[in-house]
C-alpha cells in the first residue's frame, strides 16, 4: 500500500538501502548526540556508495525514529530518499497513546506535539512510498513484522540501542528473553540473516557528543 505523492513499489539497482530501528523512549539528553551520530553514518555511508540515492528504510515511532527520518527530510531528494515502513494505516498508527511519556495524559500538548512532529513527517519531499507492512490480527505482533521488514529491505541496518540491548542480541545464551520486536530481537534477526549491522549505543554518550559505535558484520 502506498500513500505516498512519490510513489515506487521497490528500490531501484542504483538505491542504497539504509534500515533503521531505535528505542522509542531515548535516555534523557541522548537526542542531540544520536542525531549527530547518525549524521556522522549518513556521510561515511554516501562516501561508501558514490552515485547511489540513499534510501532510508525506517517507521515512524516516537523516538530514535522520528530523528532518522528528520535527517533524511533535511538532506532531502534526490540523493536521499525515504520508505516508510508502517504496522498500520496511518489513522491507527499515530495515537496519542503511543507518543505519551511518563504519566503524560494523551490530550497533554507535548504529545501533541510529538504526534504533529512525526506524522508531518509523511508529507517530507523525500518520502518515497508509505507501505503499510503489518499483516497479524495482533498489533504487537505487526510491530515486529514491521521492524522485520525492514531488516528484509536494507543493504545495511542501522540500530539505536542500549549497551544492554546489544548485549542480549548478540548472546550465545539461548535462554535470554527479548522483547517482541524490539531493538534487541531486530538486531538478532538481522544478524541471524547475516545483514551488515551498524549499532550506535544511545546510553553511552561519548566524546565530542557522539555515540559509541559497534559494527556487526554480516
Given at each position: ?5 512519490h ?77 516508510i515502513?508502517l ?5 491507527g498508527f ?13 490530550t ?39 521492524a ?28 535470554i ?12 534477526y ?10 550506535l ?18
Open positions: 500500500m502506498s500513500d505516498s505523492p510513489p515506487s513499489n521497490e528500490s531501484t539497482a542504483q538505491d542504497f538501502a539504509i534500515g533503521f530501528v531505535g528505542k522509542r523512549v531515548l535516555p534523557p539528553g541522548s537526542e542531540a548526540a544520536l542525531r549527530a551520530t547518525l549524521a556522522q553514518v549518513l556521510d561515511q555511508l554516501a562516501a561508501e556508495n558514490p552515485g547511489h540515492a540513499l534510501l532510508g528504510v525506517s517507521s515512524l515511532a516516537l523516538g530514535a525514529d522520528t530523528v532518522f527520518v528528520e535527517l533524511i527530510a533535511a538532506r532531502g531528494r534526490p540523493t536521499y530518499q525515504q520508505l515502513f504496522p498500520t494505516a496511518p489513522a499515530f495515537l496519542p497513546d503511543d507518543f505519551r511519556l511518563g504519566d503524560e495524559a494523551a497533554d500538548p507535548a504529545v501533541q506535539a510529538r504526534v504533529a512532529r512525526s506524522e508531518n513527517l509523511l508529507k517530507a519531499p523525500a518520502v518515497r512510498e508509505v507501505r503499510i507492512t503489518g499483516t497479524s490480527t495482533d498489533r504487537d505482533e505487526r510491530f515486529a513484522e514491521t522485520f521488514a525492514i531488516v528484509r529491505a536494507c543493504d545495511v541496518l542501522l540500530v539505536a540501542c542500549t549497551q544492554a540491548d546489544y548485549d542480549a542480541a548478540l548472546s550465545p545464551d539461548p535462554t528473553k527479548l522483547a517482541r520486536g524490539g531493538s534487541a530481537e531486530t538486531l538478532r538481522a544478524r541471524a540473516g547475516h545483514k551488515r549491522a551498524i549499532v549505543l544511545v546510553d553511552a554518550p561519548g566524546a565530542g557528543a557522539r555515540l559509541p559505535i559497534r559494527l556487526v558484520e554480516a
